[in-house]
Structure formats: C-alpha cells, structure tokens
C-alpha cells in the first residue's frame, strides 16, 4: 500500500524548499500525493514545485510563510481552508551553532517558536480534521542532538527533544484513532544548510553523514510502525553507545567535545 493509498491524497510540508523538505516533496510526489509546501524564501520554492508539477503530473501549492511567526500556523491554516490535510511533515527548524550566550533572546525566541510552538501549533489545528476523518499521518523531525545536552548547539538540541517527546506522545494518543505521529531523529545530513556550515570530520568513527533521501525513504518505511526511530545504522550504534552503555556525562562532554572540534569553536 503506498502512502497515499493509506492516508491520502495530499501533503502538506514545511520547510520544503531544500535538503529534507525537498526530499519529501518529490517522494512524495513520486506516489501520486498533490502537496501544498511552505517555506520562507519563494524562489526555490516555486523552481521545487514546477519541476515536480512537470515530472509527477501532480498539483502543488505553494506558501511564502515565516515559520517562527507567532501566527504562522493560523496562517497556514487560513490559506489551506477546507482543503484536508492527509500528511502534514515539519521539517523547518532553526539552528545557531556557538556559545548560547552570544545569541540574543530574540533568537532565542524565534528558535523556540520555529522548531517547538509552530509545530505544535499546527498539529493541533491540522490533527482536529485527521481525528475527525479518521485517517492521517504526522511527521515531526527530530535530532540525535536531543537525545542528551549538546554543547553549542543547546536551544536546537531542546527543541528537538521537545519535538521527539510530543510526536512520541501524540503517537500514542492518537495511534487507536486511525492517525499514525513519529518522530524522525535523523543524525548528519547532506542538506544545504550543513554543507554551508563547513563541517570538519572529527573521528574515523563518527557514523556516515546521510543523504536527504536516505533519511526520508527510512522515515516513510516507519511510519505507523514505531512512535520514533534513528537514521542510519551508524546513527543506530552510535545513539546506542551514548545513552545505554556511557554515563550520562560522558555523553553529554563527547557531544560537545565533538561539537566543538567539528566546528573549531
């Protein structure tokens, strides 16, 4: 049964412009699903949507939309109207790499609302009609960074626990009403934004850094399996080293150790 046999015909994806986002949209696509994409920027956008519009024969939506607004998923509720929503994955997320100190509460602030309250908020608004219709899926995107403190990367790796905590929870409040939620808790990734961060490899060890459509073909293959899960095998015994065989604080001092080589901080 493919994902639109099962839940529906349409995706709703936020931050779908590039990397993750846009390995959702053309999977997506690729089974049939008509997609509605939000991102803030409206270029890439729209050159993503006509590209899978030419190639699936599909219809796509496009919304330009700050997803760290205060309003932004009573904006995007608004826009969508009485279209159903059938998938919903938020894939948006903000991410200050250094000490937490040089960040400003304003940044701080636009972080928590990107990464935790809109989502939030838009499986609220989203997840009433799912209930009510008794079909639907909730992908949230998590991180191995929340699994544990992560130095220099500490309001992120907050939010992502937060984020893996309310899809584990609405997985199982919601896994008798015919709607399957999962967190996606992905390791490294070759999207755009890490690639521009210039990150230096720090161990011959440390697990292989993942494609976009390696991440997404795992997460799909989940979904209404398992109320979370961790990418990649070398993610796997990696996740298992730090928080089942490791003292908590030595999990925490490699994370930011790590952090802090990969980075040159």
Same mark, same amino acid.
């Given at each position: 049964m493919?994902?639109?046999?099962?839940y529906g015909?349409l995706a709703?994806? =936020?931050?779908?412009?590039?990397?993750?986002?846009?390995?959702?949209?053309?999977?997506?696509?690729?089974?049939?699903m008509?997609?509605?994409?939000?991102?803030?920027?409206?270029?890439?956008?729209?050159i993503?949507?006509?590209?899978?519009?030419e190639k699936?024969?599909?219809?796509?939506?496009?919304?330009?939309?700050?997803l760290?607004?205060?309003?932004?998923?009573m904006q995007?509720?608004?826009v969508?109207?009485?279209?159903?929503?059938?998938?919903?994955?938020?894939?948006?997320?903000?991410?200050?790499i250094?000490?937490f100190?040089?960040?400003?509460?304003?940044?701080?602030?636009?972080?928590?609302?990107a990464?935790?309250?809109?989502?939030?908020?838009?499986?609220q608004?989203f997840?009433?009609?799912m209930?009510r219709?008794?079909?639907g =899926?909730m992908?949230l995107?998590?991180?191995?960074?929340?699994?544990?403190?992560s130095?220099?990367l500490?309001?992120?790796?907050?939010?992502?626990?937060?984020?893996?905590i309310?899809?584990?929870?609405?997985?199982?409040e919601?896994?008798?009403r015919?709607v399957?939620?999962?967190?996606?808790?992905?390791?490294?990734?070759?999207?755009?934004?890490y690639?521009?961060?210039?990150?230096?490899?720090?161990?011959i060890?440390?697990?292989?850094?993942?494609?976009?459509?390696?991440?997404?073909?795992?997460?799909?293959q989940k979904?209404?399996?398992?109320?979370?899960f961790i990418t990649?095998?070398?993610?796997?015994?990696a996740?298992?080293?730090?928080?089942?065989?490791?003292?908590?604080?030595m999990a925490?001092?490699?994370?930011?150790?790590?952090?802090?080589k990969?980075?040159?901080?």
């Amino acid at each position: 049964m493919t994902v639109k046999q099962k839940y529906g015909p349409l995706a709703l994806i =936020a931050g779908a412009s590039e990397g993750i986002g846009a390995a959702f949209a053309t999977q997506l696509a690729a089974s049939g699903m008509d997609l509605i994409l939000v991102a803030r920027r409206k270029e890439p956008l729209g050159i993503l949507a006509a590209s899978l519009k030419e190639k699936y024969n599909i219809e796509v939506t496009c919304i330009t939309c700050d997803l760290a607004s205060v309003d932004a998923a009573m904006q995007l509720q608004k826009v969508v109207g009485e279209k159903e929503i059938n998938l919903l994955v938020y894939n948006a997320a903000l991410s200050y790499i250094g000490p937490f100190e040089n960040n400003t509460i304003e940044q701080h602030n636009q972080l928590a609302q990107a990464n935790m309250i809109t989502p939030m908020n838009m499986m609220q608004l989203f997840g009433a009609s799912m209930l009510r219709q008794k079909k639907g =899926a909730m992908i949230l995107m998590a991180s191995l960074a929340g699994f544990q403190g992560s130095g220099f990367l500490a309001a992120y790796a907050a939010s992502k626990a937060f984020n893996r905590i309310l899809a584990e929870s609405l997985w199982y409040e919601w896994k008798d009403r015919s709607v399957d939620v999962i967190a996606c808790c992905a390791g490294a990734t070759s999207t755009p934004n890490y690639i521009e961060t210039k990150p230096e490899k720090t161990s011959i060890f440390a697990p292989k850094v993942q494609s976009p459509d390696e991440v997404v073909t795992e997460c799909l293959q989940k979904l209404g399996k398992t109320p979370s899960f961790i990418t990649g095998t070398g993610n796997k015994f990696a996740s298992f080293i730090m928080q089942r065989l490791m003292p908590r604080k030595m999990a925490i001092t490699i994370m930011g150790d790590t952090t802090r080589k990969m980075y040159r901080l």
